[in-house]
């Protein structure tokens, strides 16, 4: 493949994905609709398009989208000249599904031109991802618990579903094994619920979280037919109850970590490229020594360096971030209040620099600076104002 | 609908609370040796400080989570540490949303923030005896709270009487304390009365969406008398106005005071407030607006004036936060606000004449600190987070009045209250 995800953000510190006068451009995703996020009101108003300063982080509006189907979730194609979102609904033209959208990028001003919009194939697409071919973007739909492939067209359309697998197998507990003491962290383990998809960086597999069924199925993908096949192994398994929501990949495409959202743990397992195996090795809470209570953890993300790991507490509202040892074993280094709740979503900003933490039921995007060194984060004083903000990408 | 009673509270008791009181009892059953432990050491500078925490459990996580305990939690606050240790558990059939003791100390009375209390679209509140030494509580009676879903009660300086905010029926109640702790059936019942104030509040940070309460009538948050006990401050946060009642001690009525009330900026929802310098003084928390405002009070007229008006939150913010309680320290040189969805609890001094100057911030390491309270020894300041189901303790530097986490999470359902055994 001639580009990773992972390689994607390591490129852009040698100056790609700036624009002349050196911004970087960021989209944010929103909960958009009176039916938000657990039944809450969103408050967003669609896809808001930011102008980053690279010296100070500062956010500064360029622009919205308006689009009132809670596009929660964006990701871009390798070429970063198009977007594609999630809209987290249940009714999507009469049927029991979201959607997804395509939009074309004008790279110059980051202006988003919708491209066509169709059925996700399951209700409540929380996370999509397009391969490293380029050719299909992959959704995970939580309510529905289905996973579906989509071609992209040569113009950045999206084409009718060319597979979707509804995702089977034993729901698990629904008191977590691997919780804090005291934890009520209790959700999703009704029925199977796809929580995220992507491809390995390979591109020869394709992983999907599920969390009520408490374990990461892994799919070989046929890139002429864009069709998905169970791997064998078919699955791994986390501990019952556990939840596996998120995970990411070490820029060496053989670490996987994985976040658990109700156990509020990260699991480090080997992924073998060539059998697809996931082999689990280090189990670590996201949470500091002592905490007790629920905590929801969120997003995962490793810093491009490959030296550290950030994770978001949901009602521990904050970040926490580990080093990465020998072998890829994770040391605990530190954590950060959010300064606001909920943080459903945070990256890492094309230089490396700094850190957005996305909080949701707090309305606006804080921003931290990172001391490339330590992993440490500062607050920088920055809030944004951002209505349900649920996920921040930059325009690489 | 007028209260019987003379029938009802028998009812109550045999109908909910009696169980309650039974897995009470036998949660501090399990507990009896630590008990007797503490009873050997009673003169040692350790023994514990205790302290009871309601719960009150609402929207917390993802579809569907909710911390499923009710109830009323009896804790061990070691004073050298201010690590608390759970030590009982009295158990009933409804959220609480405020507790308070009466200055005896023997007493304590609860809100539960019900609607439908025995089939009446009313709340309920609770007396219990305190046994002092092992912290044991037992039921003494339940009575109506003259209102939909009481958030709030205070014992009147007298002793006599029980003030009761019902925050969903838009009233509030005086109930009497009869010798043995009991309450009685309510003296007086008074709605108030008002325009509704607009949705988005008047002084919230930019981008926030603090709307919350101002929508379907009066919701009086707080009631609380002055220290001289002539006057009730009643704190409406629908109505945007602090409420002022003459308070008749004889026959436990109130009649409106002249002026009859003060109003705050229009949407911010003055939520809680607190007295100080002799009753000179209130600070007044706006729940929509995250401000504390300083009054000056007149004891002899019963009115109040703005003298300033402060954010709760941090320079530079941004957002929707719900401010929720409001401590003063016992030196009467600092006041703590606790931060909703911000997550924090803001600290300001009190200057000399009552100016507010802004000293720091602290993070609760919780979600959604409902109430905050402050040791009987001054030294700690206790964040009861509410969906993130702990207790958090952060030591108080006496001097500056900062906050230090001290590392210790104490785990419960959904605190929402919290009160010291003086």
């Given at each position: 493949?001639?580009?990773?995800?992972?390689?994607?953000?390591?490129?852009?510190?040698?100056?790609?994905?700036?624009?002349?006068?050196?911004?970087?451009?960021?989209?944010?995703?929103?909960?958009?609709?009176?039916?938000?996020?657990?039944?809450?009101?969103?408050?967003?108003?669609?896809?808001?398009?930011?102008?980053?300063?690279?010296?100070?982080?500062?956010?500064?509006?360029?622009?919205?989208?308006?689009?009132?189907?809670?596009?929660?979730?964006?990701?871009?194609?390798?070429?970063?000249?198009?977007?594609?979102?999630?809209?987290?609904?249940?009714?999507?033209?009469?049927?029991?599904?979201?959607?997804?959208?395509?939009?074309?990028?004008?790279?110059?001003?980051?202006?988003?031109?919708?491209?066509?919009?169709?059925?996700?194939?399951?209700?409540?697409?929380?996370?999509?991802?397009?391969?490293?071919?380029?050719?299909?973007?992959?959704v995970?739909?939580?309510?529905?618990?289905?996973?579906?492939?989509?071609?992209?067209?040569?113009?950045?359309?999206?084409?009718?579903?060319?597979?979707?697998?509804?995702?089977?197998?034993k729901?698990?507990?629904?008191?977590?094994?691997?919780?804090?003491?005291?934890?009520?962290?209790?959700?999703?383990?009704?029925?199977?619920?796809?929580?995220?998809?992507?491809?390995?960086?390979?591109?020869?597999?394709?992983?999907?979280?599920?969390?009520?069924?408490?374990?990461?199925?892994?799919?070989?993908?046929?890139?002429?037919?864009?069709?998905?096949?169970?791997?064998?192994?078919?699955?791994?398994?986390?501990?019952p109850?556990?939840?596996?929501?998120?995970?990411?990949?070490?820029?060496?495409?053989?670490?996987?970590?994985?976040?658990?959202?109700?156990?509020?743990?990260?699991?480090?397992?080997?992924?073998?490229?060539?059998?697809?195996?996931?082999?689990?090795?280090?189990?670590?809470?996201?949470?500091?020594?002592?905490?007790?209570?629920?905590n929801?953890?969120?997003?995962?993300?490793?810093?491009?360096?490959?030296?550290?790991?950030?994770?978001?507490?949901?009602?521990?509202?904050s970040?926490?971030?580990?080093?990465?040892?020998?072998?890829?074993?994770?040391?605990?280094?530190?954590?950060?209040?959010?300064?606001?709740?909920?943080?459903?979503?945070?990256?890492?900003?094309?230089?490396?620099?700094?850190?957005?933490?996305?909080n949701?039921?707090?309305?606006?995007?804080t921003?931290?600076?990172?001391?490339?060194?330590?992993?440490?984060?500062?607050?920088?004083?920055?809030?944004?104002?951002?209505?349900?903000?649920?996920?921040?990408?930059?325009?690489? | 609908?007028?209260?019987?009673?003379?029938?009802?509270?028998?009812?109550?008791?045999?109908?909910?609370?009696?169980?309650?009181?039974?897995?009470?009892?036998?949660?501090?059953?399990?507990?009896?040796?630590?008990?007797?432990?503490?009873?050997?050491?009673?003169?040692?500078?350790?023994?514990?400080?205790?302290?009871?925490?309601?719960?009150?459990?609402?929207?917390?996580?993802?579809?569907?989570?909710?911390?499923?305990?009710?109830?009323?939690?009896?804790?061990?606050?070691?004073?050298?540490?201010?690590?608390?240790?759970?030590?009982?558990?009295?158990?009933?059939?409804?959220e609480?949303?405020?507790l308070?003791?009466?200055?005896?100390?023997?007493?304590?009375?609860?809100?539960?923030?019900?609607?439908?209390?025995?089939?009446?679209?009313?709340?309920?509140?609770?007396?219990?005896?305190?046994?002092?030494?092992?912290?044991?509580?037992?039921?003494?009676?339940?009575?109506?709270?003259?209102?939909?879903?009481p958030?709030?009660?205070?014992?009147?300086?007298?002793?006599?009487?029980?003030?009761?905010?019902?925050?969903?029926?838009?009233?509030?109640?005086?109930?009497?304390?009869?010798?043995?702790?009991?309450?009685?059936?309510?003296?007086?019942?008074?709605?108030?009365?008002g325009?509704?104030?607009?949705?988005?509040?008047?002084?919230?940070?930019?981008?926030?969406?603090?709307i919350?309460?101002?929508?379907?009538?009066?919701?009086?948050h707080?009631?609380?008398?002055?220290?001289?006990?002539?006057?009730?401050?009643?704190?409406?946060?629908?109505?945007?106005?602090?409420?002022?009642?003459?308070?008749?001690?004889?026959?436990?009525?109130l009649?409106?005071n002249?002026?009859?009330?003060?109003?705050?900026?229009?949407?911010?929802?003055?939520?809680?407030?607190?007295?100080?310098?002799?009753?000179?003084?209130?600070?007044s928390?706006?729940?929509?607006?995250?401000?504390?405002?300083w009054?000056?009070?007149?004891?002899?007229?019963?009115?109040?004036?703005?003298?300033?008006?402060?954010?709760?939150?941090?320079?530079?913010?941004?957002?929707?936060?719900?401010?929720?309680?409001?401590v003063?320290?016992?030196?009467?040189?600092?006041?703590?606000?606790?931060?909703?969805?911000?997550?924090?609890?803001?600290?300001?001094?009190?200057?000399?004449?009552?100016?507010?100057s802004w000293?720091?911030?602290?993070?609760?390491?919780?979600?959604?600190?409902?109430?905050?309270?402050?040791?009987?020894?001054?030294?700690?300041?206790?964040?009861?987070?509410?969906?993130?189901?702990?207790?958090?303790?952060?030591?108080?530097?006496?001097?500056?009045?900062?906050?230090?986490?001290t590392?210790?999470?104490?785990?419960?359902?959904a605190?929402?209250?919290?009160?010291?055994?003086?």
């Open positions: 493949m001639a580009l990773s995800f992972m390689s994607s953000p390591l490129s852009l510190t040698q100056g790609q994905g700036k624009s002349s006068n050196g911004s970087i451009l960021a989209c944010v995703g929103t909960y958009s609709s009176p039916q938000g996020p657990e039944g809450s009101v969103g408050y967003g108003q669609g896809i808001y398009l930011f102008e980053m300063n690279p010296a100070t982080g500062a956010l500064t509006p360029r622009g919205l989208f308006e689009d009132p189907s809670n596009p929660s979730w964006l990701a871009l194609d390798p070429s970063g000249t198009h977007m594609y979102a999630a809209n987290e609904t249940a009714t999507f033209q009469g049927a029991n599904s979201g959607s997804v959208s395509a939009f074309s990028i004008d790279r110059s001003n980051g202006h988003l031109a919708p491209l066509n919009t169709v059925s996700s194939q399951g209700a409540g697409p929380t996370h999509l991802s397009v391969h490293p071919s380029g050719k299909y973007l992959l995970a739909n939580y309510f529905g618990g289905t996973a579906a492939v989509f071609p992209i067209r040569s113009n950045g359309e999206l084409g009718s579903a060319s597979d979707v697998k509804k995702d089977q197998g729901v698990g507990p629904r008191h977590p094994s691997s919780a804090p003491p005291g934890s009520f962290a209790i959700s999703g383990h009704d029925v199977p619920h796809a929580h995220m998809i992507q491809a390995d960086p390979s591109g020869r597999f394709v992983l999907a979280s599920d969390l009520g069924l408490d374990q990461i199925l892994i799919w070989r993908i046929d890139l002429q037919s864009g069709t998905l096949t169970p791997n064998d192994p078919a699955f791994a398994s986390l501990p109850g556990d939840g596996p929501r998120h995970f990411a990949f070490h820029a060496n495409g053989k670490w996987l970590y994985s976040l658990q959202e109700e156990a509020s743990t990260l699991v480090l397992f080997d992924l073998d490229a060539s059998s697809g195996k996931l082999t689990a090795r280090q189990t670590i809470s996201t949470l500091p020594k002592g905490f007790t209570g629920t929801f953890t969120s997003e995962v993300m490793v810093s491009p360096d490959g030296r550290f790991v950030y994770v978001s507490n949901r009602l521990h509202d970040i926490t971030f580990f080093s990465i040892g020998k072998e890829g074993v994770l040391s605990w280094v530190g954590e950060v209040w959010t300064r606001g709740d909920y943080p459903r979503h945070f990256n890492i900003d094309p230089t490396g620099n700094f850190l957005y933490s996305c949701q039921r707090s309305d606006a995007v921003t931290f600076r990172i001391n490339r060194q330590t992993g440490d984060l500062t607050f920088t004083g920055q809030y944004t104002p951002v209505g349900t903000p649920s996920i921040i990408i930059f325009l690489t | 609908m007028p209260w019987n009673d003379s029938s009802h509270p028998r009812d109550a008791f045999s109908r909910f609370s009696r169980r309650g009181f039974l897995k009470g009892a036998a949660a501090l059953a399990v507990t009896s040796p630590s008990l007797a432990r503490t009873q050997r050491r009673a003169n040692s500078t350790n023994r514990p400080i205790l302290a009871y925490v309601g719960a009150y459990a609402g929207m917390q996580g993802p579809v569907g989570s909710k911390a499923s305990e009710q109830g009323i939690y009896l804790f061990h606050m070691n004073p050298a540490t201010g690590v608390l240790s759970q030590r009982g558990h009295f158990a009933n059939d409804s609480t949303a405020w308070e003791i009466a200055s005896s100390g023997t007493h304590m009375y609860a809100a539960n923030i019900i609607a439908n209390f025995q089939g009446t679209n009313s709340g309920s509140v609770s007396a219990f005896s305190i046994d002092r030494e092992s912290g044991h509580l037992e039921l003494l009676n339940t009575v109506s709270s003259q209102g939909a879903s958030a709030h009660v205070s014992v009147h300086p007298s002793g006599k009487y029980l003030l009761v905010a019902n925050f969903g029926g838009g009233s509030v109640a005086v109930l009497p304390i009869r010798s043995n702790g009991e309450l009685g059936s309510a003296t007086d019942v008074k709605q108030d009365q325009k509704v104030g607009p949705i988005h509040p008047t002084s919230a940070p930019p981008g926030n969406f603090a919350f309460g101002h929508d379907d009538g009066a919701h009086p707080m009631i609380q008398a002055d220290p001289t006990g002539r006057f009730v401050l009643v704190n409406d946060l629908a109505l945007d106005k602090i409420f002022i009642w003459k308070f008749d001690i004889q026959k436990g009525t009649t409106a002249d002026p009859p009330s003060v109003s705050l900026p229009p949407g911010d929802g003055p939520r809680h407030s607190v007295f100080q310098a002799d009753g000179r003084r209130l600070y928390l706006q729940e929509q607006g995250s401000t504390l405002v009054f000056d009070f007149d004891p002899t007229s019963g009115s109040l004036t703005a003298k300033q008006t402060v954010s709760t939150l941090p320079k530079g913010f941004t957002g929707t936060s719900f401010t929720s309680g409001v003063a320290s016992s030196d009467g040189r600092f006041v703590y606000v606790s931060n909703r969805l911000h997550d924090s609890v803001a600290i300001f001094s009190i200057g000399k004449g009552g100016m507010l000293i720091d911030e602290v993070w609760t390491r919780g979600d959604y600190p409902r109430a905050i309270n402050i040791d009987p020894t001054g030294n700690f300041l206790c964040s009861c987070n509410q969906r993130s189901d702990a207790i958090t303790t952060f030591h108080i530097n006496r001097e500056t009045g900062h906050l230090t986490f590392g210790h999470y104490a785990s419960m359902g605190p929402a209250a919290m009160v010291f055994l003086a």
